[in-house]
């Protein structure tokens, strides 16, 4: 658990179905799951994600919210979503921010640790 009372799991795989490997394309769902943990309530207001394929090329996206929402939970609360990501290669990871507020006013970022995307053609090898 970070400082800030927010606990932040992700779970990501890989989407077969939606790939096609030989037009250089990779699709990937990520699942991520934001416990608060802490004495005080906390609402999502902008993400950054950092999303690098496996020769190290990368991509950053920053916005509003998370999914079109701006989450507020209080304390215990949870919240869970559901998102994905095309890569250009088979692999890759992906890390990122959330930058959350207080009902005071008071901001404060959170990391999201990196986690991997990997595709069959990777787990088999």
């Known amino acids: 658990m970070s400082d800030s009372g927010l606990e932040i ?6 989407l077969a179905g939606h790939s096609d ?3 250089k394309r990779w699709f990937f769902a990520y699942r991520v799951r934001i416990i ?10 902008r993400r950054h994600w950092i999303i690098t394929n496996a020769v190290g090329e990368t991509e ?3 916005g509003e919210g998370i999914i079109g929402a701006t989450p507020w939970l209080p304390p215990s609360a949870a919240f869970e979503y559901t998102s ?6 088979p692999s890759g ?5 959330l930058v959350c507020s207080r ?9 999201i640790p990196p986690f991997d995307l990997l595709s069959a053609e990777v787990l088999l090898n």
């Not at 994905?84 to 290669?89: A, K, M």
């Not at 009902?103 to 990391?111: A, K, L, R």
């Open 9 to 14: 799991s992700v779970h990501a795989h890989y």
């Open 21 to 23: 490997p030989s037009a």
């Open 36 to 45: 608060n943990q802490g004495p005080f309530a906390a609402k999502v207001q």
């Open 60 to 62: 950053e996206i920053e």
């Open 84 to 89: 994905y990501c095309p890569l250009s290669t």
């Open 93 to 97: 990871m992906m890390r990122g921010a």
């Open 103 to 111: 009902d005071n006013g008071e901001t404060f970022s959170v990391t």
